[in-house]
Every structure is written in C-alpha cells, then in structure tokens.
Nanobody
C-alpha cells in the first residue's frame, strides 16, 4: 500500500522559514518523480515543485522559485521542501504526491501570519 505522510508545517511569521518532510512507503521511492502541491483556503490545487528520481532536475512554480527548495533522500524514502522568505500568500495545506498514479498524503498546514 502506497503511503505518504507529510510533517513540518506550522505557524510562521512573514519572512520566516519551514522545512516540510514527506515519508514514503509501500513503493520503490527511488523509481518515481515526486512533487509538492498546495491548496489555499477557497482555492484549487496548485503545483509547487517536482524533483526527478535521480536528483538531477528540479522544477518550481514561478510563485516559489528562488524561495523554496525541493530535495529528496532516496536512502531514507523521504521528500523535503525547504520554504524560505515565506509570504502570507504561501498559507495553504501542502501535500506531497507521487507523480505516477493518484497518490497524495493527508497534508501539512502552513500558515504565514504576523
């Protein structure tokens, strides 16, 4: 059974930082591209970032490029998202997802507020 469990969210002031983690199990993690997506209150799902299985390429939405960094540790079956210079508009539920198949975790809430 594919399982994705996000953690690391919280309340942070504008300009602050957080590091999100996603623990994966039930499949060969190193075989799949992985992504982060987010959903702000009252809005649809927004793609944030994708990393390929070999750690050789990462892609970002324009809204987060230069502030967020995606990474993965294939030995630990874990996906990460470093969020820096956070803005109020980054407030959302953040989900990790496997790019093949409709698999997504339960999410971790990020709230940016002063």
């Amino acid at each position: 059974e594919v399982r994705l469990v996000e953690s690391g969210g919280g309340l942070v002031q504008p300009g602050g930082s957080l590091r999100l983690s996603c623990a994966a199990s039930g499949f060969t993690f190193s075989d799949f591209a992985m992504s982060w997506v987010r959903q702000a209150p009252g809005k649809g799902l927004e793609w944030v970032s994708t990393i390929n299985p070999y750690l050789t390429a990462a892609y970002y939405a324009d809204s987060v490029r230069g502030r967020f960094t995606i990474s993965r540790d294939n030995a630990k079956n874990t996906l990460y998202l470093q969020l820096n210079s956070l803005k109020t508009e980054d407030t959302a539920m953040y989900y990790c997802k496997r790019d093949s198949g409709n698999y997504r975790g339960q999410g971790t809430q990020v709230t940016v507020s002063s």
